[in-house]
């Protein structure tokens, strides 16, 4: 006869480890979000405070939602995006200095913000901002937190004179008038710098050398994206944009 005892030995030899469940969420985050998440989310069944799982299951959250575009997605994507940043915020609460922690709630903040109107968008860009400047001190090298701060710059500049004077007038968005388009170029040729291999990076560079009205540099980091191999699921998103990004630059 087995008893509960035995039953419960055999279960535990059975379940995955913690280590095996992160390696294997670690080695399908890239392509395979939501497998990842799969994992991370088993971890977090029998411990709610572990941080790596915690900053890792925001990131693979929102990178689930990133493709989630059309209307009738809408729903299941903010649910994503507001799990997302429960997740990053309990890490963030946990471990306040680790870079990973930082750039994930700036990561998952960020992808909320572009749903959001003007008003969300600039109470949650003053929280991105400090989040990216205390992710570039805890590492320079780290080039998430690289781009972070250079597309904090981007998305602020991006927008017309008269909506940074509604935002710093209006909307408590102090922090715009800090924004540049030289800081912006000079953090993403940092974090391309740091991961050239990385599609987002060199696409966001090549937007804001647009925006600089340097049509050669955006055109060289596009050909560039073109012969990259993808690293993460959204690449084939990402290189599709620049494709056509490439084709407008071609044909002025």
């Not at 050909?223 to 056509?244: H, K, M, N, T, W």
């Amino acid at each position: 006869m087995i008893t509960y005892a035995v039953v419960a030995v055999l279960a535990a030899i059975q379940a995955p480890s913690r280590d095996s469940l992160l390696a294997g969420g670690i080695r399908l985050s890239c392509m395979e979000p939501a497998a990842a998440l799969g994992r991370f989310e088993a971890i977090l069944r029998a411990d709610s405070l572990d941080v790596e799982a915690n900053w890792r299951a925001a990131i693979a959250r929102s990178d689930i939602a990133l493709p989630l575009r059309e209307k009738k997605d809408r729903p299941r994507r903010d649910s994503l995006l507001e799990q997302a940043q429960r997740n990053a915020r309990l890490a963030v609460r946990l471990e306040p200095n680790n870079v990973n922690v930082l750039f994930a709630l700036g990561l998952v903040l960020g992808n909320t913000a572009l749903t959001k109107g003007i008003r969300d968008r600039v109470r949650m860009s003053n929280e991105i901002r400090a989040l990216a400047l205390r992710a570039v001190a805890a590492d320079s090298t780290h080039d998430g937190a690289q781009h972070l701060l250079g597309r904090w710059h981007y998305e602020v500049m991006r927008l017309s004179g008269f909506e940074r004077f509604i935002a710093k007038s209006i909307l408590g968005g102090e922090e715009f008038g800090k924004a540049s388009w030289g800081e912006a170029q000079r953090r993403l040729e940092r974090a391309v710098a740091l991961a050239p291999g990385r599609i987002y990076h060199r696409l966001v560079l090549a937007r804001i050398l647009v925006a600089r009205k340097d049509q050669s540099g955006a055109a060289a980091e596009l050909e560039r994206i073109a012969a990259l191999p993808g690293q993460v699921a959204a690449d084939s998103i990402y290189r599709r944009e620049a494709g056509e990004m490439l084709t407008k630059l071609r044909e002025r």
